[in-house]
């Protein structure tokens, strides 16, 4: 790179910057399912495309920009975790004594890929037919019994049964096939 002139070098970032704004979208759909809003979603879009940007000569232009620029993304996502949980101490209970409690029992990687996973298994229910869909989202999301999910549907409670039973087969087959 060194034997560049530096008109060279500044239109090789340029390009590279360039090709970066290009993927602007789909940063911006993984940060927002990390983050779970759209102002911390923008942020961390930014943040990444201004981090990859100082870090170009670090890619290996044989690899994939996208999975670069997703694993840069989780991360800066990670540390900016790591940093707001922080130990969390009490001082004026006396019980405490200085022990320290953590605002999470997951590690961040943990909390992450849960994150993910969550959004991959929403999109999918998505993709149920809607009497699944149902009883899928009354039972796992909302918590109902079955007589409650019989109640709210007006079926009987053994066809919420069998209909959460292929729920879960349909859903548990469509997952298999993405991982």
Not at 18 to 36: C, F, P
Not at 48 to 54: E, G, L, P, S, V
Not at 65 to 70: G, V
Not at 81 to 100: F, M, Y
Request: proline residues 2%; glycine residues 4%.
């Amino acid at each position: 790179m060194k034997e560049l002139g530096e008109g060279a070098w500044k239109n090789v970032a340029d390009e590279f910057l360039e090709r970066l704004q290009h993927h602007q979208r789909y940063l911006y759909q993984i940060a927002y399912r990390l983050t779970g809003n759209r102002e911390d979603a923008k942020d961390l879009m930014q943040e990444t495309i201004w981090q990859a940007h100082q870090k170009s000569d670090k890619y290996v232009y044989e690899k994939s920009l996208k999975a670069w620029l997703r694993t840069l993304m989780t991360n800066r996502f990670r540390d900016q975790k790591r940093k707001k949980c922080v130990p969390v101490v009490t001082l004026d209970d006396d019980s405490v004594q200085g022990e320290k409690f953590y605002v999470s029992n997951l590690s961040v990687e943990e909390q992450v890929e849960q994150k993910i996973l969550l959004e991959r298994i929403k999109l999918e229910i998505g993709k149920l037919p809607e009497i699944y869909q149902r009883v899928l989202i009354l039972r796992h999301f909302h918590g109902y019994t079955y007589q409650e999910v019989s109640k709210k549907l007006e079926i009987p409670e053994g066809t919420v049964k069998t209909q959460l039973f292929r729920a879960r087969k349909m859903l548990k087959d469509r997952l298999a096939n993405k991982f």
